[in-house]
């Protein structure tokens, strides 16, 4: 079993940039493609990003495109998204996820694994 814990939400105005970080623990995610996903109230959870296990392959949905990057830092076994230029409609709840299968190239909702809990991010006009 996979934990992942989020952090770095918080309050930021239009422009601004925020990074998340997601910790994970109870097993090595060298081999495992991370991604990002958030949901605002009464939307169905999208996808925001993907990185690989081996880094080759990421992909952001093209609304946070040239704005968003994501990295990961194996040794660590933790994840990153850094969030510049921050528009209102990134409001949300953002999560962390693991695939729920090795060596895959992107992760989307139905290959998740594992969640993290959830950070709030809210970015005022």
């Known amino acids: 079993q996979v934990q992942l814990v989020e952090s770095g939400g918080g309050l930021v105005q239009a422009g601004g940039s925020l990074r998340l970080s997601c910790a994970a623990s109870?097993?090595?995610?060298?081999?495992?493609?991370m991604g990002w996903f958030r949901q605002v109230p009464g939307k169905e959870r999208e996808f925001v990003g993907s990185?690989?296990?081996?880094?080759?392959?990421?992909y952001y949905a093209n609304s946070v495109k040239g704005r968003f990057i994501i990295s990961r830092d194996n040794a660590k076994n933790t994840v990153y998204l850094q969030m510049n230029n921050l528009k209102p409609e990134d409001t949300a709840v953002y999560y962390c996820?693991?695939?729920?299968?090795?060596?895959?190239?992107?992760?989307?909702?139905?290959?998740?694994?594992?969640w993290g809990q959830g950070t709030q991010v809210t970015v005022s006009s």
């Open positions: 996820a693991v695939d729920s299968r090795t060596y895959s190239m992107v992760v989307t909702s139905p290959s998740v694994g594992y």
């Open positions: 109870g097993r090595s995610i060298d081999r495992y493609t």
């Open positions: 990185i690989s296990w081996n880094v080759d392959s990421i």
